[in-house]
């Protein structure tokens, strides 16, 4: 189910998290050098519109709505992901995902996939991606992590935005899949009509990434 934020909406209004009943996993606070590069582009941009493909996430929506006045739509494409994992089969996944996506062309300004094309088979995520390269407007940008040890995935990650140059992560359970490894040339050939405009290689072997349409 999508989920969207115009801020100016009274913080009433905002889903609130139930309280945890049981022991909370360890957060990790990371330091990005590619976010501000993101938040300085849609800066730029009058009412921008922001598609956010992880779970909703309270301070990213309190965060993005005080700096760029945006209208944030949530897709929690890790739901569809994990329900596809539990039937062990990805066959009509991407179907789903981008059933999920029916905002018109051109309508985004950037898009936040977090690191899900990490539990994407190459065909899913070649689909995925071309699919939100159409939604984005010109000059419009791409965030995106992208892990380059192949392990076995045994959990989904919440990434908070702290500030403009860090963020926490937090895990919750996710059905074992393996990583699909993606190569520099590979996520170029995947992210077709999109550019790279930076890139860096973490200490947590996690490639953050920010692409842009030309």
Request: charged share 25%.
């Amino acid at each position: 189910m999508a989920v969207t934020f115009k801020w100016g909406a009274r913080k009433g209004d905002m889903p609130v998290p139930a309280p945890a009943m049981v022991s909370e996993p360890p957060i990790t606070l990371s330091t990005s050098k590619v976010l501000p590069r993101v938040i300085s582009v849609l800066s730029q941009r009058s009412s921008p519109v922001l598609l956010d493909l992880g779970p909703v996430v309270g301070s990213n929506i309190a965060f993005f709505g005080d700096r760029l006045a945006c209208k944030i739509h949530v897709e929690d494409l890790f739901n569809e992901v994990e329900e596809h994992a539990r039937r062990s089969s990805r066959d009509g996944l991407a179907t789903t995902l981008i059933g999920r996506l029916r905002h018109p062309d051109e309508s985004i300004d950037g898009v936040l996939c977090w690191d899900l094309f990490d539990f994407l088979d190459n065909a899913t995520g070649k689909a995925l991606a071309t699919r939100l390269a159409s939604l984005l407007r010109q000059g419009g940008v791409l965030y995106g992590f992208f892990g380059t040890t192949p392990v076995e995935l045994l959990h989904y990650t919440r990434f908070a935005v702290a500030s403009e140059n860090t963020f926490r992560q937090k895990t919750y359970p996710a059905t074992a899949v393996r990583r699909n490894v993606l190569l520099t040339r590979d996520i170029n050939r995947m992210f077709e009509g999109l550019v790279v405009a930076e890139s860096v290689l973490l200490k947590s072997s996690t490639r953050e990434t920010l692409f842009r349409k030309p």
